[in-house]
T-cell receptor
C-alpha cells in the first residue's frame, strides 16, 4: 500500500502522559498536514509542513502540541501532558507540491483516548 | 472568519432515491471547493473539486456538484444512490486569497442508504 500511513491507529493514555503519533506520507509528496477531528465535526487544521519546514501552525494549537518532519519525509506529532479534551482522531494528509492546495490524501488516522 | 455549513447532519434514503446534500460557505472572494467522502472504516478521500470554469463539476461514482456563486453554495448531488454510497460526506473550502495551507471544513453529513 503506497498511501498515507499513521501509527498507532489507537492510543489510550492517562491524563498527564505524553503521546506521539507518526505519519508516513506518500513518498513523492512534499506537503504534509496534521488535522484533528472530534465526533460530529469536520477536520480542524493543526499544522502544515512543506518538506522539513513547518510553515503554518493553528493559533488554536496549544503549546503542548509539537510537530516535526526532520528529513522532509515522515512526521511526528507529540502531545505533552495530555488532557481529556485532547481525545480525538488525529489525521495526517499529504499532497504534491504542484497541485492546488486542498487536494489532500489522508491516512486512516490515529485515535487518541485520554482517560 | 470563514465557515462552512452543511445543513443536514444525518440523511437516510432508500436505494435509487435522488440525493442532494447542501453546503454553504461564508467568504466573498475566490474560493476552491471540495467534497470529500469517508466510507465506513476508511480514510477521507476526494470526491470532487471546483477551481474555476464550468460550475457543474463531476466526480467519481456518479456524483456531481454545482457551484452557485450568488448563493455561496456548492451542493452535492447524485441522481440515484446505491447502498455502497453509505458514508460521511464533508464539504471543504479553501479561500484562494487567504492562507494557502488551510481547508475550512463543514461538520459532515452522515448518509445512510437503506437496501
Amino acid at each position: 500500500d503506497t498511501g498515507v500511513s499513521q501509527d498507532p491507529r489507537h492510543k489510550i493514555t492517562k491524563r498527564g502522559q505524553n503521546v506521539t503519533f507518526r505519519c508516513d506520507p506518500i513518498s513523492e509528496h512534499n506537503r504534509l498536514y496534521w488535522y484533528r477531528q472530534t465526533l460530529g465535526q469536520g477536520p480542524e487544521f493543526l499544522t502544515y509542513f512543506q518538506n522539513e519546514a513547518q510553515l503554518e501552525k493553528s493559533r488554536l494549537l496549544s503549546d503542548r502540541f509539537s510537530a516535526e518532519r526532520p528529513k522532509g519525509s515522515f512526521s511526528t506529532l507529540e502531545i505533552q501532558r495530555t488532557e481529556q479534551g485532547d481525545s480525538a482522531m488525529y489525521l495526517c494528509a499529504s499532497s504534491l507540491d504542484r497541485v492546488v492546495t486542498g487536494e489532500l490524501f489522508f491516512g486512516e488516522g490515529s485515535r487518541l483516548t485520554v482517560l | 472568519a470563514q465557515s462552512v455549513s452543511q445543513h443536514n447532519h444525518h440523511v437516510i434514503l432508500s436505494e435509487a432515491a435522488s440525493l442532494e446534500l447542501g453546503c454553504n460557505y461564508s467568504y466573498g472572494g475566490t474560493v476552491n471547493l471540495f467534497w470529500y467522502v469517508q466510507y465506513p472504516g476508511q480514510h477521507l478521500q476526494l470526491l470532487l473539486k471546483y477551481f474555476s470554469g464550468d460550475p457543474l463539476v463531476k466526480g467519481i461514482k456518479g456524483f456531481e456538484a454545482e457551484f452557485i456563486k450568488s448563493k455561496f453554495s456548492f451542493n452535492l448531488r447524485k441522481p440515484s444512490v446505491q447502498w455502497s454510497d453509505t458514508a460521511e460526506y464533508f464539504c471543504a473550502v479553501n479561500a484562494a486569497l487567504d492562507s494557502n495551507y488551510q481547508l475550512i471544513w463543514g461538520a459532515g453529513t452522515k448518509l445512510i442508504i437503506k437496501p
